[in-house]
């Protein structure tokens, strides 16, 4: 809008280089057989806590990793790590998203072979995730039910690069007075047919059939 | 970090200009006597929601009006609007962030001598906000009770460049058991001396102690 043209320019340089290396990765997992998740959201909508059930869950019956972005602190890792599972942080600094060079480096010393299903938790942020392919077989959008139900309307572009959308925090809906349909509607407006989840990380509300659908799409 | 030598020397640029650019704004917004303050957040953190109360209460005091950014829709502006005072939506498309020129070409037709306050609300994201001065007097940071204490650890620059952080939602606080001591003991760590305000926009709570505070600079 701003930028001026030159900026724009090199901004694709970056985009396209991205692309070929996402693309070199996405070959490497799907020789090695690992399927991989990625999870964008805003910063605090519950990625890591929907992440730790997950892999606490998914660890008895298969090999899961996670990665996982932030600007600064190990603090997500830590927390990851709880599941027994191997995790790694990617910190990076100024960057608002993650990029396909940054999971590169973060699995060089890493035995793909060993691994059923990957998890990449990007920065938090609405915005720039949407724009860089890391090389995921799927992409989770999730959004809290302390949001605003607008908020796929307001940022249009993650949920269309996303397969799934999952509401977060479901638990406190009737606190918040969460208007399920109203929220329903601004995906369908932004996706159409998109499938919307509803999890309490904190329950276990809906964690079946998140389990269900990754089973589903990692069979397939 | 993955990024190349030539996009950080643009990148530097495009700061450079908007750092001229703002400096311009501040000056005319120094010599309209306009008071001039901005909200950074999360994504559904509540800054609509608080700034919808504050205009509210400041209209029969002061001549107030404010800009409001989103990649998309006009929600927030029309929100604001129901406090008749004048609004205007800027619309960023792919952006993640308000830059100086945006809200100069906002405030194109407006007569800045009409005005005593203006409320600049950014784009819901922690991370590139923070890079770009829009010639504000004061900026606010605020997270919700929903998101997690370690948030200023985790967006530490955000909370670097703002000069208030105002904690929302806090009538959800026992309802996900928000530990208000490690907030800020995060925020102080990030930001030693920092000062905090608890508020509820939907209660009330904390906002007197804000437009308290909001005079006493204004006043200063």
């Not at 996670?66 to 599972?85: I, K, P």
Request: proline share 5%; aromatic share 6%; hydrophobic share 40%.
């Amino acid at each position: 809008m701003s930028t001026p043209p030159r900026m724009i320019e090199v901004r694709e340089n970056v985009l396209k280089q991205n692309d070929r290396l996402a693309r070199a990765l996405r070959k490497r997992f799907q020789e090695a057989g690992v399927y991989v998740v990625s999870l964008v959201s805003s910063p605090g909508s519950g990625k890591t806590a929907f992440l730790e059930k997950t892999l606490a869950r998914l660890k008895p019956i298969c090999r899961v990793a996670a990665l996982v972005g932030d600007l600064a602190t190990e603090n997500d890792a830590e927390r990851l790590a709880r599941a027994e599972v191997p995790v790694r942080q990617i910190t990076t600094g100024t960057v608002c998203h993650l990029e396909a060079q940054m999971v590169e480096r973060a699995l060089e010393d890493w035995n793909l072979q060993e691994l059923d299903c990957l998890f990449i938790e990007n920065v938090g942020n609405m915005v720039c995730p949407s724009s860089y392919d890391l090389g995921e077989d799927m992409r989770l959008v999730l959004m809290s039910v302390t949001e605003g139900e607008d908020k796929p309307l307001k940022y249009p572009t993650i949920f269309n690069t996303a397969d799934i959308a999952i509401i977060t925090k479901i638990d406190l809906a009737a606190a918040v007075e969460f208007d399920s349909e109203a929220a329903h509607n601004s995906i369908q407006s932004v996706r159409p047919g998109m499938q919307v989840l509803h999890v309490s990380a904190k329950t276990g509300q809906g964690i079946p059939e998140w389990l269900e659908f990754l089973r589903s799409r990692f069979a397939s």
